[in-house]
Every structure is written in structure tokens, then in C-alpha cells.
């Protein structure tokens, strides 16, 4: 599977769910890449910040290039994962070709859903070239025993041709706790909501690419 996490929105938790998508992979014993192409380096950061022996693999890649060196990179993986960059650029472009799966992270607001529209334009684009090519919301950041998350998983009904995924993850300390640390969140706190959350969030994706096979 290669997934991209893409969203021209800042702030809505997007490297955190490529780690810990990607951390939770290699729990189950795939190997697995992650591609840092955000030129803020923030993956780069949290596998610095690690002390212990590496879950997976990270390099850091933000240029316009992931599409043509995809198959190299990936060819000793099982799962190659993309942070993508925070804005609509060719880099982007290149992201979401390299990708069998585009994941766009929305927290529960409106300017998250008015956001979506470049990157779902991006991804439209590309689906020119791969019509295979599918992409999915994933409600990030959602604030516990609110019905914004629903609220929001409506308005983003709009964009047809990209589902909303039935899975959210919630506002948790945990996930800047264990970033500091360059751990996963099933590392720092085993068994809490946070790992549950995401574990659920990997099984839904892994269906999503079920489909594509």
C-alpha cells in the first residue's frame, strides 16, 4: 500500500497520523517507509527524537520527484507511507501520483471542509493519468462528546467523489507526548483511546486498499 497524507491546510495533525498509521503497520509486522516530503522536516524530527531501535524506515524526500522514485524506494517494503507537504504545489502533484491512496486529514471545522476543495481538485486531476486512484477523509482531531465530527463528516458528503471514512481520531495530549519522545502512540500509552483509534483507522485504510487490488 502507498499512502499519501495531503491536506493545504496547516495544523490538522497530518504527520501524526503518518507516524503513527506507519507505526502501527510495523507493529504488525510489515515493513514499512515513511517519506518525509514536507520541507519542514517534522517526521524527520520525531526520528531524531528517538531513542529506541527505529519502528521503520524515514528519509526525507520534499521534491517534485516521489512519482518517478516510488518504485525504487518501495521495492524492500510493504507499505510505503507519504507526509506530504502543507501546500498545493508540484511537490504535491507528485505526491499523489506516487500514491495508491490519497488521505486528507480534516479537523471538525468549516475552513477544514472549504480547504479540502484544492487538494480534491488535485486528486481529480490526477485521476486523469491513474484512474485508480482513490482518496478518503479521515476526521482528525476531533474534540470528545461533540457532534462536530458528524457535523462535519456531512458537509464533507459534498465532495462526491471522495467518502468520508467511518473511523475519527480525537484531541489527545498523547499524541504531542509521544511525538516529543519519536515514539507511536501504542508505544507510549499501550491499550489508552489514542492507540485504539488509530488501530481502527489502519483496518479501515487497509479495506480502502483492499478494494484497489
Not at 502543507?86 to 480547504?115: C, E, F, G, K, N
Request: with cysteine.
Amino acid at each position: 500500500m502507498r499512502l499519501a497524507f495531503l491536506n493545504q491546510k496547516g495544523g490538522v495533525g497530518k504527520t501524526t497520523l503518518a507516524v503513527n498509521c506507519a507505526g502501527e503497520l510495523a507493529r504488525r509486522g510489515a515493513r514499512v517507509l515513511l517519506i518525509d516530503a514536507d520541507p519542514q522536516g517534522s517526521a524527520l524530527d520525531w526520528a531524531a527524537a528517538r531513542t529506541a531501535d527505529p519502528l521503520f524506515a524515514v528519509v526525507g524526500l520534499p521534491r517534485p520527484t516521489i512519482h518517478k522514485e516510488i518504485d525504487g524506494l518501495a521495492r524492500d517494503y510493504d507499505h510505503v507511507v507519504i507526509d506530504g507537504p502543507p501546500r498545493v504545489t508540484d511537490l504535491a502533484r507528485s505526491a499523489i501520483m506516487a500514491a495508491d491512496l490519497v488521505v486528507i486529514p480534516v479537523q471538525p471545522s468549516p475552513y477544514d471542509v472549504w480547504s479540502a476543495a484544492e487538494v480534491i481538485s488535485l486528486v481529480d486531476d490526477a485521476r486523469i493519468i491513474k484512474e485508480k486512484l482513490k482518496s478518503v477523509f479521515a476526521i482528525n482531531r476531533k474534540i470528545v462528546g461533540t457532534a462536530i465530527g458528524r457535523d462535519v463528516a456531512d458537509a464533507l458528503a459534498a465532495y462526491e467523489t471522495t467518502p468520508v471514512l467511518v473511523s475519527a481520531v480525537a484531541q489527545r495530549v498523547i499524541f504531542a507526548e509521544s511525538a516529543a519522545t519519536g515514539r507511536a502512540v501504542w508505544e507510549a500509552h499501550p491499550g489508552g483511546p489514542a492507540e485504539a483509534e488509530i488501530a481502527v483507522l489502519v483496518n479501515e485504510l487497509l479495506q480502502v486498499q483492499e478494494m484497489l487490488s
